[in-house]
Each structure stands twice: as C-alpha cells, then as structure tokens.
C-alpha cells in the first residue's frame, strides 16, 4: 500500500514539474511575441514601452486583475490583446511578476 502511494506521489510530482515548465515556456514565448519589443526583454522598457510595474501599476499596488485588464484592453499607447485567451493573459501576468 505505502509503495502505491509512493508511486502516486511520483507521479503527481513529475506532472506538475512538467506542467510548470510547459506554462513557463508558453508565457516566455507570449511574452516575447506580444510584449518584450516595447517592454524589453526583462520587463525593464525600452524607449517606445514603460518598464513593467511602473506607476501606476507597481507590482506592490497593481493587482494581477489590472495587469490582465491592462494587457486585454489596452491602455494609452498599449494596444488590446483581445486575441489571447484569459488563461493566456493569467499565465502572461505571472510571467510579467517574475521579471526582474
């Protein structure tokens, strides 16, 4: 019974270690096709973007809500993405916080 539980706790293991990599990935890529040409490629802007988590959307006051509504709708020069999925957009914006 204990090796069952065992092989089970593998398992899941090893699958969520997968998933987490396939989501880190599928956000990297969105965000270098979407975001990185005017945020620059570690979120730190470029002459055309703001750098991520600049007022008034500091990561410590901008909700990941504001970050999605943001990125779907568009705000001042940034255009809509109405094309990614909310799940995409969820994915992107956890991507966004890990950039340094």
Same mark, same amino acid.
């Given at each position: 019974?204990?090796? !069952? *539980?065992?092989?089970?706790?593998?398992?899941?293991? *090893?699958?969520?270690?997968? &998933?987490?990599?396939? =989501?880190?990935? @599928?956000?990297?890529?969105?965000?270098?096709?979407? %975001?990185?040409? %005017?945020?620059?490629?570690?979120?730190?802007?470029? /002459?055309?973007?703001? +750098?991520?988590?600049?007022?008034?959307? $500091?990561?410590? +006051?901008?909700?990941?809500? @504001? =970050?999605?509504?943001? &990125? +779907?709708?568009? !705000?001042? $020069?940034?255009? /809509?993405? +109405? &094309?990614?999925?909310? @799940?995409?957009? !969820?994915?992107?914006? $956890?991507?966004?916080?890990?950039?340094?």
């Amino acid at each position: 019974m204990m090796k !069952k *539980v065992l092989a089970i706790l593998v398992v899941l293991a *090893v699958a969520m270690l997968l &998933t987490s990599s396939a =989501w880190a990935d @599928d956000a990297a890529a969105t965000y270098k096709a979407k %975001c990185a040409s %005017c945020h620059g490629a570690d979120g730190n802007g470029s /002459p055309i973007g703001l +750098k991520l988590g600049v007022t008034p959307f $500091k990561a410590s +006051k901008g909700t990941d809500a @504001d =970050w999605a509504k943001i &990125t +779907k709708e568009g !705000k001042g $020069k940034m255009p /809509p993405y +109405k &094309t990614l999925s909310d @799940d995409q957009i !969820k994915d992107l914006v $956890k991507y966004m916080r890990t950039l340094k």
